[in-house]
T-cell receptor, first 114, second 113 residues
Framework: AQSVTQLDSHVSVSEGTPVLLRCNYS??????LFWYVQHPNKGLQLLLK??????LVKGINGFEAEFKKSETSFHLTKPSAHMSDAAEYFC????????????FGRGTSLIVHP | ETGVTQTPRHLVMGMTNKKSLKCEQH?????MYWYKQSAKKPLELMFV???????ENNSVPSRFSPECPNSSHLFLHLHTLQPEDSALYLC????????????FGEGSWLTVV
């Protein structure tokens, strides 16, 4: 079985400050983990994915995430927020030996203040 | 451009109308998905097809009827909808293997009046 919990429904930061969006997962097997971003009135776009190679994964637009098996976490970070980062972010888990249907978190809304 | 195209992007329909949403993927994938996204609610999985066979129906009302004629095309037929069905409908595709990446279209905004 697989599940994912996004620990914050909203995160508010000032432009130029670091971003941290938290995600914990549960997986019966080795998981693939993903972060997606959804800008207003758009579909979901893949930011980055972890599939068992390096535990620190770099994605688009300066985002990165670190897979921590001992903490069952896959938090998304960015050193310096930009106004254009304001969006909804989804953490996703997919067992690599279970169902091919991924499980989505409830989403975290990132608000960036000027 | 993700390789998943949805049409129409916007649809307004009356409660007695019949309309369809179309999705096409150009990624050579085998699995296709319909999701519903309503304001203030989590993403809801509606239907999944893998190799044209329906593998998931998440207790969706019968006024939503999916069709998957081949691995590249997916339709969602709509009839006698309710105002609460107004939402963003997202189509997605993947290779249909555990751990695969899922790719989304831009969505179809549906308003039921």
């Amino acid at each position: 079985a697989q599940s994912v919990t996004q620990l914050d429904s909203h995160v508010s930061v000032s432009e130029g400050t670091p971003v941290l969006l938290r995600c914990n997962y549960s997986s019966s097997y080795s998981p693939s983990l993903f972060w997606y971003v959804q800008h207003p009135n758009k579909g979901l776009q893949l930011l980055l994915k972890y599939t068992s190679a390096a535990t620190l994964v770099k994605g688009i637009n300066g985002f990165e995430a670190e897979f921590k098996k001992s903490e069952t976490s896959f938090h998304l970070t960015k050193p310096s927020a930009h106004m254009s980062d304001a969006a909804e972010y989804f953490c996703v888990v997919s067992d690599r030996r279970g169902s091919y249907i991924p499980t989505f978190g409830r989403g975290t809304s990132l608000i960036v203040h000027p | 451009e993700t390789g998943v195209t949805q049409t129409p992007r916007h649809l307004v329909m009356g409660m007695t109308n019949k309309k369809s949403l179309k999705c096409e993927q150009h990624l050579g994938h085998n699995a296709m998905y319909w999701y519903k996204q309503s304001a203030k609610k989590p993403l809801e999985l509606m239907f999944v097809y893998n190799f044209k066979e329906q593998t998931e129906n998440n207790s969706v009302p019968s006024r939503f009827s999916p069709e998957c004629p081949n691995s590249s095309h997916l339709f969602l037929h709509l009839h006698t909808l309710q105002p609460e069905d107004s939402a963003l409908y997202l189509c997605a595709s993947s290779r249909g293997q555990p751990g695969n990446t899922i790719y989304f279209g831009e969505g179809s905004w549906l308003t039921v009046v």
